[in-house]
């Protein structure tokens, strides 16, 4: 909760460009749009970026410019060598005019999509939100469309409609890797605490309802101004019945909670409570500290809810940390064999021989068929980013990521209890740069999960046998979960770059298995 600032909240009118979900049905309803209509707004808001500091609408800038020239070299493709307009405008209601959302253009499409979403500006959100519509118009069950959708629904605030949308891409899957399920669980209890918050202040405030029908911005201002002139027992009932009418008219969340955090600052320097700076003024109007203690840790718990979701065992199934010098005590004197989600695994029939190593380690999003594969997993190494395979059970989890603050944010959201009986603690989080401080100045690419493992058991080096199975470097394509094969093969990670390494210090190489120990 933050201290009390002199901000009024909005007012929402009808002609708003990012109308309140309760006010409005666009929002949590796909609106039918044609792709010529949704390029040629992605052509419109490519000419409004200019170079500038702000690196997400550069990477928008850029996504826009791959989608468009991806589109004119199909329209080029199509039509033979004569010049045509990049977009050109399809004859009305002639048979086949509209045109097709094929799968060559669908990526790009939805790359920026999710550009425009990271930019997080009301622009680029109603862009997002048009791609989404585009998307949805032609495939209905696209789960990337409705897991863009939703996403950018909760930016906008708009979290009924965001639920929504979450609900359709958790029935298109079933892997949900994202974790949208607890997601969408908090969303929906942090609805409950808030509603309970604002019931209890409407409870307390009988007065409030002669305002909660007003302008929120009159009411909001003539509140601060009795406030300022000490008489919070008329500002009081101005503030709630602003709070009201917010929440009645659907405003977006982020909105409503903002003005939260400020009523209950206000309350708690009238009351005088400890730290507020504040010292008491006659009747506090909250009844008692205690209440408005009540009323704090509800504010606390709807936005702790919707940050990261229910948590049903707060100790993870009694999993326990594991330190860098722990796990090198677990691992020495053991055969380990590393195995990539390759296609080349995925069609062989090395099953046997892998469940033969002591330690097996996967990765990520890791697919299991047991001739092929083997189907046992002792060690899974993956980044924080998503949650394939972490309800998986394993001896050891090792999740890799490079800001600690999202790391142990992704951990507190996707970690599943009795799912592990080790988990890597920071030591472990980002091998090759916090370990082997090999920074951004030799290695400029972002490790990939299989080389942070790999070079940890490398420099570790307590292995008589460290044996790689079908690392081609994608060469053979992903053999992967069937929800992550929709995923792209990352260009952050520089493969080259990686297998250079490895062959150095290769001792044997064949068809399926690169021997470094």
Same mark, same amino acid.
């Given at each position: 909760?933050?201290?009390?600032?002199?901000?009024?909240?909005?007012?929402?009118? +009808?002609?708003?460009?990012?109308?309140?979900? *309760?006010?409005?049905?666009?929002?949590?309803?796909?609106?039918?749009?044609?792709?010529?209509? !949704?390029? /040629?707004?992605?052509?419109?808001?490519?000419?409004?970026? =200019? %170079?500038?500091?702000?690196?997400?609408?550069?990477?928008?800038? $850029?996504?826009?410019?791959?989608?468009?020239?991806?589109?004119?070299?199909?329209?080029?493709?199509?039509?033979?060598?004569?010049?045509?307009?990049?977009? /050109?405008?399809?004859?009305?209601?002639? +048979?086949?005019?509209?045109?097709?959302?094929?799968?060559?253009?669908?990526?790009?499409?939805?790359? =920026?999509?999710?550009?425009?979403?990271? !930019?997080?500006?009301?622009?680029?959100?109603?862009?997002?939100?048009?791609?989404?519509?585009?998307?949805?118009?032609?495939?209905?069950?696209?789960?990337?469309?409705? #897991?863009?959708r939703a996403r950018t629904l909760e930016a906008m605030g708009a979290e009924t409609a965001a639920v929504e949308a979450y609900e359709?891409?958790?029935?298109?899957?079933?892997?949900?890797?994202?974790?949208v399920a607890a997601k969408t669980a908090g969303l929906r209890v942090g609805a409950e605490r808030q509603g309970e918050l604002l019931?209890?202040?409407?409870?307390?405030?009988?007065?409030?309802?002669?305002?909660?029908?007003?302008?929120?911005?009159?009411?909001?201002? $003539?509140?601060? $101004?009795?406030?300022?002139?000490?008489?919070?027992?008329?500002?009081?009932?101005?503030?709630?019945?602003?709070?009201?009418?917010?929440?009645?008219? &659907? +405003?977006?969340?982020?909105?409503?909670?903002?003005?939260?955090?400020?009523?209950?600052?206000?309350?708690? $320097?009238?009351?005088?409570?400890?730290?507020?700076? *504040?010292?008491?003024?006659?009747?506090?109007?909250?009844?008692?500290?205690?209440?408005?203690?009540?009323?704090?840790?509800?504010?606390?718990?709807?936005?702790?809810?919707?940050?990261? &979701?229910?948590?049903?065992?707060?100790?993870?199934?009694?999993?326990?940390?594991?330190?860098?010098?722990?796990?090198?005590?677990?691992?020495?004197?053991?055969?380990?064999?590393?195995? %990539?989600?390759?296609?080349?695994?995925?069609? &062989?029939?090395?099953?046997?021989?892998?469940?033969?190593?002591?330690?097996?380690? #996967?990765?990520?999003?890791?697919?299991?068929?047991?001739?092929?594969?083997?189907?046992?997993?002792?060690?899974?190494?993956?980044?924080?980013?998503?949650?394939?395979?972490?309800?998986?059970?394993?001896?050891?989890?090792?999740?890799?990521?490079?800001?600690?603050?999202?790391?142990?944010?992704?951990?507190?959201? #996707?970690?599943?209890?009795?799912?592990?009986?080790?988990?890597?603690?920071?030591?472990?989080?980002?091998?090759? #740069?916090?370990?082997?401080?090999?920074? +951004?100045?030799?290695?400029?690419?972002?490790?990939?999960?299989?080389?942070?493992?790999?070079?940890?058991?490398?420099?570790?080096?307590?292995?008589?046998?460290?044996?790689?199975?079908?690392?081609?470097?994608?060469?053979?394509?992903?053999?992967?979960?069937?929800?992550?094969?929709?995923?792209?093969?990352?260009? =952050?990670?520089?493969?080259?770059?990686?297998?250079?390494?490895?062959?150095? /210090?290769?001792?044997? =190489?064949?068809?399926?298995?690169? /021997?470094?120990?």
């Amino acid at each position: 909760m933050t201290k009390a600032r002199t901000r009024w909240p909005r007012q929402r009118d +009808a002609e708003d460009s990012l109308p309140p979900e *309760g006010g409005t049905s666009h929002l949590a309803t796909v609106q039918p749009t044609e792709l010529e209509t !949704c390029l /040629r707004a992605c052509a419109a808001h490519s000419g409004k970026l =200019v %170079a500038g500091l702000d690196r997400r609408r550069t990477a928008l800038a $850029e996504a826009l410019r791959n989608l468009l020239a991806t589109h004119a070299g199909m329209e080029q493709t199509s039509s033979g060598a004569s010049p045509i307009p990049l977009l /050109r405008r399809t004859a009305k209601g002639g +048979a086949g005019s509209a045109l097709v959302l094929g799968d060559k253009l669908l990526d790009p499409l939805l790359a =920026v999509g999710n550009k425009a979403l990271d !930019c997080g500006y009301e622009d680029e959100l109603k862009l997002a939100i048009l791609i989404t519509d585009t998307v949805l118009t032609q495939r209905k069950r696209s789960r990337a469309g409705w #897991r863009l959708r939703a996403r950018t629904l909760e930016a906008m605030g708009a979290e009924t409609a965001a639920v929504e949308a979450y609900e359709h891409y958790l029935d298109l899957t079933d892997e949900d890797g994202f974790g949208v399920a607890a997601k969408t669980a908090g969303l929906r209890v942090g609805a409950e605490r808030q509603g309970e918050l604002l019931w209890k202040l409407e409870r307390d405030c009988p007065e409030a309802a002669a305002f909660a029908g007003r302008s929120v911005t009159d009411s909001w201002a $003539e509140g601060l $101004e009795l406030h300022a002139r000490g008489d919070w027992n008329q500002a009081r009932p101005r503030l709630i019945g602003a709070l009201l009418t917010q929440d009645r008219a &659907g +405003a977006p969340v982020p909105e409503i909670q903002e003005a939260l955090s400020q009523y209950l600052g206000l309350a708690l $320097e009238v009351s005088g409570a400890a730290g507020s700076g *504040g010292s008491p003024r006659g009747n506090a109007g909250t009844g008692d500290l205690a209440l408005l203690t009540d009323l704090i840790a509800l504010y606390a718990e709807q936005r702790r809810s919707r940050m990261r &979701g229910p948590i049903g065992d707060p100790t993870f199934g009694g999993v326990e940390w594991t330190t860098l010098g722990e796990f090198r005590n677990r691992i020495a004197g053991k055969t380990i064999c590393l195995i %990539a989600n390759s296609q080349r695994v995925g069609t &062989g029939s090395m099953g046997a021989e892998i469940d033969a190593y002591d330690l097996v380690v #996967r990765f990520n999003s890791y697919k299991i068929d047991p001739s092929a594969t083997g189907k046992r997993t002792d060690i899974h190494a993956t980044i924080h980013k998503h949650g394939f395979n972490w309800d998986q059970k394993v001896h050891t989890r090792l999740v890799f990521g490079g800001t600690s603050g999202d790391w142990k944010y992704s951990l507190r959201n #996707r970690l599943v209890p009795g799912a592990q009986q080790y988990l890597g603690d920071e030591s472990l989080r980002w091998p090759l #740069r916090d370990i082997g401080k090999v920074g +951004a100045d030799v290695w400029p690419a972002i490790p990939t999960s299989g080389f942070n493992m790999l070079w940890l058991l490398d420099y570790l080096d307590v292995s008589p046998q460290l044996d790689l199975i079908g690392f081609d470097f994608y060469e053979s394509g992903a053999y992967r979960l069937p929800a992550a094969m929709k995923m792209p093969i990352t260009s =952050v990670h520089e493969y080259t770059s990686e297998k250079a390494w490895v062959m150095e /210090r290769a001792q044997s =190489v064949t068809d399926m298995r690169i /021997r470094l120990r």
